[in-house]
């Protein structure tokens, strides 16, 4: 899933925003955050395309997108624990947890096809 966090701590302010996976009761992440970013790109409202997908022993998660004028095209794996799973594998692929309330509005849906290119 895709995790984030609002971060007041660093000037200015700025949402993290990070893969994140539980293999077999391990949590992963990576180091850094995917991409951050600050108030003024938030307030434009732009789309960010989210992807997550799995290939065999690993999960992939991408973003891509424009927002301020600076072109977001990101994209990591992390180890999947459980490979052969299939039914319920996106069943928390829309978790939002934390303490802090978002931003800004979140919209999300779940399409499970191939990718194409648009």
Same mark, same amino acid.
């Given at each position: ?19 994140? !996976? ?15 970013l600050?108030?003024d790109?938030l ?16 999960y992939?998660f991408?973003i ?22 299939? !039914? ?14 978002a ?16």
């Amino acid at each position: 899933m895709f995790g984030w966090r609002w971060r007041n701590d660093l000037d200015p302010s700025r949402l993290e925003i990070t893969a994140y !996976a539980n293999a077999d009761g391990v949590h992963q992440w990576q180091d850094d955050p995917l991409v951050s970013l600050t108030g003024d790109e938030l307030a434009e409202e732009a789309p960010l395309r989210y992807r997550i997908w799995s290939d065999g022993g690993v999960y992939g998660f991408s973003i891509e997108g424009t927002i301020g004028g600076r072109t977001i095209d990101v994209a990591t794996t992390l180890p999947r624990g459980c490979t052969d799973a299939t !039914a319920s594998r996106w069943a928390a692929g829309l978790y939002f947890g934390g303490t802090s309330v978002a931003p800004t509005t979140i919209t999300a849906r779940i399409a499970e096809r191939a990718l194409t290119a648009e």
